[in-house]
């Protein structure tokens, strides 16, 4: 390969959200099947052909290299069928993604899920139990503008995505958006109306870009080479969430049913 940067390889599972919709005849954005890819494709920051030639990629992936980091990312996109909006996923999709990671564990450096913005803290919280010794990074992010709308959040949580997952060794699922890096299972969305709707009110965040890009590596979890690959697929859903109020009674605990306490 003579002096060619190193070349890094991500698998990008595309499950649906705003990241990929278009605005139907009634001006509602819906979720829109084969579009996606060609779209990255077609954006610069996303594929450049020119590095496409010099690598020899084949023809279902894609290439990219931001200017701060010496490696070069070559991705796949794996679109979903249907494309959900996120409202309408349920922990079957999380074991879909889950096996998927799985199966193509081996052959990639890291991972970006894309996931719509409603239920993306649960999908990346589900799959940070999911998985066990996880030595390699699993990043979900969506956006709240679509990719094909300009200006949008799309190009840039893809791209920053796809950094961290190939190059940061970070062995946590994270999640990206708005230019913070977070723990998986501490996010929460705050917010409906803004591109910056994502916190992680009890852990602190574990990297972030923009001006500069910083992890924070005494927050991310240490690594545990020794150990192969566990992942859970076994969900039972009779969980639910109760937020601790003040007259919060024993009775009120019994009307939940099957629910564990
Ligand atoms: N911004 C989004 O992705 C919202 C969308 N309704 C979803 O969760 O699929």
Known sequence: MGDLAELRKVLVLYTGGTIGMKKNHQGVLVPVPDVFTNKLKS????????????YSVRNHELITKVSSCSKVIAYQVREYHPLLDSCNMTPKEWVIIAKNIEE??????????LNGTDTLAFTSSALSFMFKNLHKPIVVTGSMIPIFENPSDAKNNILSSLVFASISDIPEVCVFFANKLMRGNRVRKLATSSIDCFDSPNYPILAETGFHCRIHRHYI?????????????????????????????????????????
Do not use: W
């Open 43 to 54: 954006c610069q920051e996303l594929n450049d052909p020119d590095l496409a030639r010099i």
């Open 104 to 113: 193509n564990y081996n052959e990639f450096d890291g991972f970006v899920v």
């Open 221 to 261: 979890l240490p690594k545990n080479d020794r150990s192969a690959l566990l992942v859970h697929t076994c969900l039972s859903e009779s969980v639910g969430i109760l937020y601790m109020f003040p007259t919060l009674s024993r009775t009120q605990e019994g009307t939940l049913g099957p629910f564990v306490l």
